[in-house]
């Protein structure tokens, strides 16, 4: 059975789909228009796209670049090692390389 907010992402994941293809098709539309326009007015339909993006993408933006809290705390190399091996993990498993090595014979065949 799966889970009332895991079928919810799926819906949201299939709208946003969708909204790319119907984006994507507008701006085929759109193009002629575009042409059709004087080089002011195009100017003016590019600075009010790109004012709306920037209005979607700058509280992200703020966000990644915000300090970290005081409570966290970076790890050193030893203790990502000791945490490691607290979570199971043998270091002479060499999970990660492996993992790469896979994924490369994988796509070579």
Do not use: H
């Amino acid at each position: 059975m799966i889970p009332p907010i895991t079928k919810l992402i799926i819906k949201i994941e299939q709208l946003e789909w969708d909204l790319a293809e119907v984006k994507k098709e507008l701006v085929k539309l759109q193009a002629p228009f575009m042409k059709s326009l004087t080089p002011e007015e195009y100017q003016a339909a590019r600075l009010a796209r790109v004012r709306a993006q920037n209005e979607r993408r700058c509280p992200l933006i703020e966000k990644a670049l915000e300090k970290p809290d005081a409570d966290s705390k970076t790890l050193t190399a030893e203790e990502l090692q000791q945490v490691s091996l607290e979570d199971g993990i043998n270091p002479e498993d060499n999970l990660f390389s492996s993992a790469i090595t896979e994924e490369r014979e994988n796509r070579s065949a």
